[in-house]
């Protein structure tokens, strides 16, 4: 739910399940670099130039992690 709530593409449970084991935040860096780089493959993919993030990688950590929080 938080990287759907970022506009970010969705890992699914499958995934998710092979970064979970080192606590919430290393969870969350995990989610957003898998994230980032997918949705940078997707773009590639489809033809489409790279997004250039306005919100820094940092950033988006932080409010994943609210986002993840909140949702769980």
């Not at 709530?5 to 989610?31: K, S, Y």
């Amino acid at each position: 739910m938080a990287l759907y709530a970022l506009e970010l593409p969705v890992a699914g449970e499958e995934r998710v399940i092979t970064w979970i084991g080192n606590g919430a935040d290393v969870l969350m860096e995990r989610a957003l670099a898998w994230a980032r780089q997918e949705r940078a493959t997707l773009r590639k993919t489809m033809g489409k130039p790279p997004v250039d993030d306005d919100i820094p990688a940092e950033e988006q950590v932080r409010i994943l992690r609210k986002l993840f929080d909140r949702y769980y």
